[in-house]
């Protein structure tokens, strides 16, 4: 038997790009057979609808309350429903796993901490860093900035990325033994833009944040819940915006063709 987690989760409280409410989420993902699910609203430095001009405490109050919704319901109706965020940088994005309401107050300058400081002070309190959609190629993007460094696994499969994108994350992290997770990135119930649920599935229910960091950072007891042809490497498939590996001093390599960015870590 086996256990099946959304990963990836916006709602109206916090994202500014949501079109459903924490408890909506609930009864759809009871019926797809779902134990559980984890939101990610967008934080602070994010596409985040939280009004800038309050006090911190009070912004994170409202941020946390799109999670505090779903979770209501979730009990109610027998769903796990577990915390998280995401973060943003330049472009590239981050999903921190296992850290509380109280953790986001009692750090008020996180805002401009950089990417290492970012990861070494969320995994130094037991959280976990997960870069999301890490090829994903945008309008409003010029360059793709991937960091295997200040992270603790990629996102290989996000229902916001065209397959293509999802290949190029998935065979990155193969070639480099980086952990990989998958989510579908759902912003509206029953909707996503590539039309697919996606997951992670374990060999052992989750009874709270702290247990899926943990099997996430072992690498075990656990798979993703993508369709496969959905990862498997075709060929021709491509980058078409610069993309630049980032090293473990958190400086940018620029990279070229695809085998060039294969072979950058």
């Known amino acids: 038997m086996s256990y099946r987690y959304e990963t990836h989760l916006h709602t109206t409280a916090a994202s500014a790009c949501a079109k459903s409410a924490g408890s909506e989420y609930i009864s759809f993902y009871k019926e797809l057979g779902f134990d559980g699910i984890i939101v990610t609203d967008h934080f602070f430095n994010g596409n985040c609808c939280v009004p800038k001009n309050l006090p911190w405490e009070d912004r994170v109050d409202i941020f ?62 037991g959280g976990l860093v997960v870069q999301a959609h890490p090829f994903r190629e945008r309008g409003y993007l010029s360059e793709v900035y991937v960091h295997p460094h200040q992270c603790d696994a990629f996102e290989v499969a996000n229902c916001g990325n065209p397959h293509e994108q999802n290949r190029m994350a998935y065979r990155y992290a193969q070639k480099h033994n980086i952990v990989m997770t998958a989510g579908s990135d759902i ?19 989750l009874n709270s944040i702290t247990d899926y960091v943990t099997r996430i950072k072992k690498n ?46």
């Open 187 to 205: 912003h509206h119930v029953g909707r996503t833009d590539n039309g697919c649920i996606y997951g992670m599935e374990f060999d052992k229910p």
């Open 64 to 125: 946390c309350s799109g999670y505090e919704d779903a979770k209501a319901e979730g009990d109610r109706q027998g769903l796990k429903v577990f915390f998280a965020w995401e973060s943003r940088f330049h472009g590239d994005e981050f999903l921190v796993y296992g850290l509380d309401k109280e953790w986001l107050k009692a750090h008020p300058d996180m805002l401009e901490w950089d990417h290492i400081t970012h990861y070494n002070k969320i995994t130094a309190d």
């Open 220 to 265: 075990s007891g656990f798979s993703l819940h993508v369709p496969p042809e959905h990862i498997a490497w075709k060929e021709n498939t491509a980058n078409h915006l610069p993309v630049f590996i980032f090293d473990e001093e958190n400086h940018p390599i620029a990279t070229g063709n695809v085998d060039e960015i294969f072979s950058t870590y």
